[in-house]
């Protein structure tokens, strides 16, 4: 099984809306916000580049407003193309300036997350990590605890995204096992392990300060970065 992914910044993101469909120009209008909506967007441009990309479809403004990310009952993220249902397993997360889209085969559960490196507190760790991930944490290097910290984070989100639950589940219920001992193109594996009686196997990477996580319930391969041809506004649609 394969698992593919794609990466984008606020400014990867084109002028003007003629990538989105109506009902996604009236949701982003709708943003009070300027940075939830640039997180919107950019959250969205990076899901249609992904999926387009996965599909084969040309990177041209109307194939790219007939494909749509829309929240399930659950909040998580599903996509249409043409307004049918595209048999795709799809997720998304986006922030600071970034947003990252894993795609793979419909029928498994899958999860990704980005998070910016960064310490947090002792309150932090006893109130989202279980006392086996807390204890890793104490024996690692001073050096490599901040990472360590935001590796637990990332793949417990990746996890729960799959699960399809987000922060509504107790994060205590993912315990998360990295491992460091080897990486595959830059990606080393992670596995968690849901009370729920699930296991979750995927990948971590880190560069600069900027760590992902994906993860599935089966096991993949090291996630492969999906190639985009240029943005074309003028490029004749294979869906008109």
């Known amino acids: 099984?394969?698992?593919?992914?794609?990466?984008?910044?606020?400014?990867?993101?084109?002028?003007?809306?003629?990538?989105?469909?109506?009902?996604?120009?009236?949701?982003?209008?709708?943003?009070r916000?300027?940075?939830?909506?640039?997180?919107?967007?950019?959250?969205?441009?990076?899901?249609?580049?992904?999926?387009?990309?996965?599909?084969?479809?040309?990177?041209?403004?109307?194939?790219?407003?007939?494909?749509?990310?829309?929240?399930?009952?659950?909040?998580a993220p599903e996509a249409f193309v043409d307004e049918r249902?595209?048999?795709?397993?799809?997720?998304?997360?986006?922030?600071?300036?970034?947003?990252?889209?894993?795609?793979?085969?419909?029928?498994i559960e899958l999860g990704c997350d980005l998070e910016v490196v960064e310490a947090r507190s002792e309150g932090f760790l006893s109130d989202y990590f279980?006392?086996?991930?807390?204890?890793?944490?104490?024996?690692?290097?001073?050096?490599?605890?901040?990472?360590?910290?935001?590796?637990?984070?990332?793949?417990?989100?990746?996890?729960?995204k799959a699960l399809k639950t987000g922060l509504r589940l107790d994060t205590r219920s993912v315990m998360v096992s990295p491992d460091s001992s080897f990486d595959v193109n830059g990606w080393s594996p992670v596995q968690a392990r849901y009370t729920g009686g699930k296991v979750f196997h995927g990948w971590w990477r880190q560069t600069d300060n900027i760590l992902r996580t994906l993860v599935?319930?089966?096991?993949?391969?090291a996630p492969i970065s999906l190639s985009l041809e240029a943005y074309s506004a003028d490029r004749a649609s294979r869906c008109a």
Not at 7 to 22: F, H, T, Y
Not at 85 to 107: D, E, F, K, T, Y
């Open 130 to 160: 279980t006392t086996g991930e807390q204890a890793l944490v104490a024996r690692a290097p001073a050096a490599e605890q901040t990472r360590l910290v935001t590796l637990l984070w990332s793949a417990k989100e990746s996890t729960l």
């Open 216 to 221: 599935a319930n089966v096991p993949f391969g």
């Open 33 to 75: 916000f300027a940075k939830r909506r640039a997180d919107w967007t950019l959250g969205r441009w990076t899901a249609k580049r992904a999926l387009a990309a996965y599909l084969n479809l040309p990177a041209q403004p109307l194939v790219l407003a007939k494909i749509e990310i829309r929240p399930t009952v659950s909040g």
């Open 1 to 31: 099984m394969k698992v593919y992914w794609l990466e984008q910044i606020q400014s990867d993101v084109p002028p003007g809306n003629d990538w989105l469909s109506a009902s996604e120009t009236a949701c982003q209008h709708a943003l």
């Open 85 to 107: 249902p595209c048999a795709v397993a799809i997720s998304l997360s986006h922030g600071n300036g970034r947003a990252i889209c894993a795609v793979a085969q419909s029928g």
